[in-house]
Every structure is written in C-alpha cells, then in structure tokens.
Nanobody, 120 residues
Framework: QVQLVESGGGLVQAGGSLRLSCAAS????????MGWSRQAPGKQRELVAA???????NYADSVKGRFTISRDNAKNTVYLQMNSLKPEDTAVYYC??????????????WGKGTLVTVSS
C-alpha cells in the first residue's frame, strides 16, 4: 500500500510564504516524477510544478519566480516553497507521484490535499 500525505497548508497574508511537504510511504520501489497541483473553488485542478527524479523542474506561468519545487529522494518527499503569495493562490494543493511499487505495479498516486488560504 502506497500513500502520499501533504502538510504545511494554512492561512497566510498576501506577500507571505508557506512551505508544503508531501511524503510518500509504503511499499515503494522507485519514484519518478513528483508534482504539485491545485484546485481553487469553482475551478479545475491545475498543475503548478513538477520535478523529475534527477531534479529537472517545470512550473506553471502563474507561479514562476515565486514557487520552488524540490525533493529529497532519500525521504521520498517533495516540497513546494511558496513566496510572494497572492489571494489568487488560494486553493487546495495536492501532490502526486508516479510510483513503481514493490509489487511491480506502476501508477500515479495522489494525496488528499492541504488547504492554502491567502488573505488580502
């Protein structure tokens, strides 16, 4: 059984910072791409940032220069450092990971999400 658990969400004022974490646990053989997506009320889920196992990153235009994704492969953990937060960044943030399990199955796993609220 593999699971992803996010943490670090909360309420912050505009211009502030938050750091999200997401730890993968269970019967894991390897993890390739890890990412963060978000879903604001009444909107579709959008990919925010992604990182490969080798450290290559990519970002949505809306967060470039403000958000930084990183990972600790030894801990099977991905992070999202969010700076200069804006009210429009308010959303539930989800992490996901492409994982090969110890039972040799491959699939995309998702966490349950963590709420980020940015007040103006």
């Amino acid at each position: 059984q593999v699971q992803l658990v996010e943490s670090g969400g909360g309420l912050v004022q505009a211009g502030g910072s938050l750091r999200l974490s997401c730890a993968a646990s269970g019967s894991i053989f390897s993890i390739s791409v890890m990412g963060w997506s978000r879903q604001a009320p009444g909107k579709q889920r959008e990919l925010v940032a992604a990182i490969t196992s080798g450290g290559t990153t990519n970002y949505a235009d809306s967060v470039k220069g403000r958000f930084t994704i990183s990972r600790d492969n030894a801990k099977n953990t991905v992070y999202l450092q969010m700076n200069s937060l804006k009210p429009e960044d308010t959303a539930v943030y989800y992490c996901n990971a492409d994982i090969v399990s110890s039972s040799w199955s491959f699939r995309d796993y998702w966490g349950k999400g963590t709420l980020v609220t940015v007040s103006s």
